[in-house]
Structure formats: C-alpha cells, structure tokens
C-alpha cells in the first residue's frame, strides 16, 4: 500500500467510479450524436448513480481498515485485521459519519456529507426496491371510456402494486451522484499514525 493513501486512483473504490464514469460517456456520446433514447440513456444513469455509491462506500471501507497496515505487532495487527474484516459492520450512513470525525476535509464540508447521504438514499430505494400499494379507481372490465360514463357505475377500484421512482431527472442526478462520490473521495484523507484530527 503507498505510504500516501490516494482512494481516487488506488484501490476498489477507483475500478468503480470508473465504471460510473464509463456510463455517463455513453449518455454524454448519445446526447452529442443528436440521439435520443431515453431508456437506455436512464439505464446508464441508473448504473451511474449506483456505482458513484459503490466507489463512495469501498473508499470508506478501505478508510476504515487501513489503518491496521501501520500496525508494527503482528498478532494485534491481525486482531484488528479480522475485526475489521470480518465482523464490523457498519451501516453506509454511519461509515460517513465514522469517516467525518476523522478526515478534516469532509468535516468542514457539510453540505456534501448532505449530498452524499442523499446519494445513498437514492441508491437504496433503486438497489433495495420495496413496493407501494394503492387502490385507484379505474374502468369496469369490458367498459370504454365514453361521454356518457359515470363514475359511480363503471369505475372501480383495482388494487395495484407500484415501485417509486426518485428523483425527477435520473440522467442529471446520474452526473450530480458522480460528482458526488468523486468530490467525497478526493476529501477522504487517510488516517495514519502521522495524520492530525484538528
């Protein structure tokens, strides 16, 4: 591992905020040619979003252990190893806040520790979609709409089932989110022995 940890250009956290990268060309290289395809122009922004969560929450991981390669005693060394690695789990919210406390540069930038959290809601309810239900009031089987139907005789309710959409433009939040994660990486600043909580 360098001496200087950089989350933007080493390690997991790096492969996946290219991958988000990646997919904002491809709407980015559409819009250009004058093409208009919004579905697959959403799906790139869907995966976009995803992966700027993704590269944000493996740099907070690679935060959070890094430190345990600075430790000189083998066996506590590998305690903490396997603490870290295997049975602490944090949520992503309280990775953020975790990180906050002791990275300076994220500390005094609350209005993106805001845009992160927001981030990360709107990855959860993409990656961990739970369904709505409703009852709207909807035409009787076999009935057309015409000028002469009245509510009360020809509409019923129907029980459906709905996802919720976030967010009004997926493309546009798509490059927000990214913008999001790269701002949060660049401001992670590893903790080491040498590093200073101020």
Known sequence: MPEELDFESWGPASELLDIAKKHLSYIKRARSGGLRV????????????????????AALQTFIIAPILFIRDDSIRRFYA???????????????????QFSPLLRKDKKLIQQTKELFS???????????????????????????????????????LYHKVT????????????????????????????????
Not at 125 to 152: F, Q
């Open 167 to 198: 967010g009004i433009d997926p493309i546009r939040d798509a490059f927000k989110h990214f913008d999001v994660a790269h701002r949060f990486i660049q401001k992670l600043s590893p903790f080491t022995p040498n590093s200073h909580s101020d």
């Open 82 to 100: 396997t603490l870290l690695t295997r049975h602490v789990r944090l949520s992503t919210r309280d990775k953020i806040d975790f990180a906050k």
């Open 122 to 160: 709107h990855r959860n309810t993409i990656v961990h979609s739970s369904l709505d239900y409703a009852e709207p009031l909807a035409l009787r089987d076999g009935d057309i709409l015409s000028s002469d139907i009245r509510i009360n005789e020809h509409f019923v309710r129907k029980p459906v």
């Open 38 to 57: 919004p579905g697959r122009a959403w799906n790139h922004a869907l995966v976009a979003s995803i992966f700027s969560a993704a590269a944000i929450e």
